[in-house]
Every structure is written in structure tokens, then in C-alpha cells.
């Protein structure tokens, strides 16, 4: 009866191990995460408002963002001519209204639609880039859909040159282990969500993958320096630990109202939002 107790006992405790050694952020080597920590606010596909001519990730929403003094997130994926564009869906069909998906079109293809019938059009990373000027640091989405890393490549390439602030993050792990390896120096964040409660990863097929995700399983692939994670699922417990036991870093997405970003500060050390203008007493007590 003894030896099934300690077995039991010495069971619970490796497998506690290692969970924490799964979800683990990157410890040693950090790098100076001064910019980006504590109090950081950052405008979710620039400072947009669609629906008054501002378009999300557009030059227009970028230059607003940076002459505000707020960091800016945005989204980055190829075209089919593996050509970084700024761009969040993986088709043009909201932004555009065509049912067009952004790898499958060339940049000069791209260039021909207009986001929501304004003047703007779709801006390369190298456009956007040339409008921030290093003004505000930015979060990096890298959007790599598949298991090619060129995405992250073509990315790096013109972000190594870029003389600004700026940190990468995506949903994909395997993006964040390619930094890991390639471009150690840079902060690297993973993103996350409750995908397990999402009726779409409920099957058996994509269910282990989601439960994974979800609780940060794969983070020994990349040993991110934090956690990108929805703001609705605060309460995920290996969120939690890599914030309180580890000291990683954690960035809520999205904030979308002043009295959101006040139950986030004390829970969040970055802050992405979009939908409102925080007021400048929410940017002084939190930024």
C-alpha cells in the first residue's frame, strides 16, 4: 500500500516538473525588455477607426499611432510574390470585399485593392516601417499559416536594417522557435487563446493540438520572453505561472474599453487596444 502511495506521490511530482518545464519562458540570456515592459501601450493594428476613413494596418492608422506616442501592433504576412505585406485576415474579403486570399495575389495585384474604399491600399512591411520611423516600438505579428518559415526570413530580413524598437510575436510556435535559433537577440512572444473552447478544435483531430496551445505546452520549443494571450481568458493558469512564478512578461489582447484596461494593469504588463483612445490618466497610471 506504501510503495503505491510514494509511486503515486513521485508520479504527480514528475509530471508537475514537467509542466512547468513545458511551459517555461525564456530565463537565462534575457534581453533588456525596458521598452516593452510594464505599462506599454500598444495600438492593435495602429490607431484605426474604419468606420471614419482610418483603416487597421493602414499608413494612415500608423502615422496617427506614432504621432500619439503609442507603440503599435500589426500583422505581417507574404504575398504571393514573397513580398512582406502589412495585412490581418488571410483573405482580402473584409477589408476588400474581394474573396481573394493575400498569398495567392503579387504585391502589384495587392496594390490594386483599396482598404474599405478609402485611398489607402495594403502597405508592404517596408512602407510601414518607413512611416513609424522608429518613433514608438511595435509588436511584430509574424502570420505563418503553414510549416515554411520564409514568411519569417523575408520579415527578419527587413527588420534587421530597421533602426526602431520592435519585438515579433506569432500564434504559430514554430515562428517563434525560428527566432529562437536564428535571431536570438530579438524578443520573441507567444501568442495564445482558448482555442480549446472553440467548437472548431473540438475534434478529435485538432483537439490535442488546441488543448496544447491553449495551456502553453509548446513554449519549450521557443522559451518565449512572454505571453500574448486574449484578454477574455486572463484566468488561464499557465499564463499565470509564467507571469508569477517564471517573471515573464504578459501582454493582453485586445483591450477594447477604458474600464478593460484598468482590470487588465495589474494582471498585464503591455496593453494591446483598439476601439477607444485611452485617456491620458489610463496612460499615465498605466504607461
Not at 514528475?14 to 525596458?34: C, F, G, K, Q, S
Not at 483537439?207 to 513554449?219: P, R
Request: contains cysteine; glycine residues 4%.
Amino acid at each position: 500500500m506504501m510503495h503505491t502511495v510514494f509511486l503515486l506521490i513521485n508520479t504527480v511530482i514528475v509530471l508537475d516538473v514537467l509542466y512547468l518545464y513545458l511551459i517555461m519562458p525564456r530565463i537565462p540570456r534575457r534581453h533588456d525588455e525596458t521598452v516593452f515592459k510594464k505599462g506599454s501601450l500598444f495600438a492593435h493594428r495602429g490607431l484605426f477607426d474604419n468606420a471614419a476613413g482610418v483603416p487597421e494596418n493602414s499608413l494612415r492608422a500608423f502615422e496617427k499611432a506614432a504621432a500619439m506616442g503609442v507603440g503599435i501592433e500589426l500583422d505581417v504576412q507574404l504575398s504571393a510574390d514573397g513580398v512582406p505585406v502589412v495585412f490581418h485576415d488571410a483573405a482580402l474579403t473584409r477589408m476588400c470585399g474581394e474573396e481573394q486570399k493575400v498569398t495567392k495575389l503579387s504585391l502589384s495585384e495587392l496594390k490594386k485593392y483599396s482598404l474599405l474604399d478609402t485611398d489607402e491600399t495594403i502597405p508592404t512591411l517596408e512602407e510601414a516601417l518607413g512611416v513609424i520611423r522608429g518613433r514608438v516600438p511595435l509588436l511584430v505579428e509574424i502570420k505563418m499559416e503553414t510549416a515554411s518559415p520564409e514568411v519569417c526570413r523575408k520579415a527578419d530580413r527587413i527588420l534587421s536594417s530597421y533602426s526602431g524598437p520592435y519585438c515579433m510575436e506569432s500564434f504559430n510556435p514554430f515562428a517563434c522557435l525560428w527566432y529562437r535559433i536564428r535571431r536570438p537577440q530579438v524578443l520573441r512572444g507567444q501568442l495564445s487563446d482558448g482555442f480549446y473552447r472553440d467548437a472548431a478544435f473540438r475534434r478529435p483531430k485538432y483537439y490535442a493540438f488546441a488543448v496544447a496551445l491553449s495551456f502553453l505546452l509548446l513554449d519549450f520549443l521557443s522559451r518565449p520572453d512572454f505571453i500574448a494571450y486574449n484578454y477574455d481568458y486572463r484566468n488561464n493558469m499557465s499564463r499565470r505561472l509564467c507571469r508569477r512564478l517564471f517573471r515573464g512578461w504578459s501582454a493582453a489582447w485586445t483591450i477594447k474599453s477604458e474600464e478593460q484596461l484598468e482590470k487588465a494593469a495589474p494582471h498585464f504588463d503591455v496593453c494591446i487596444f483598439d476601439s477607444f483612445m485611452p485617456s491620458q490618466v489610463a496612460q499615465q497610471q498605466f504607461g
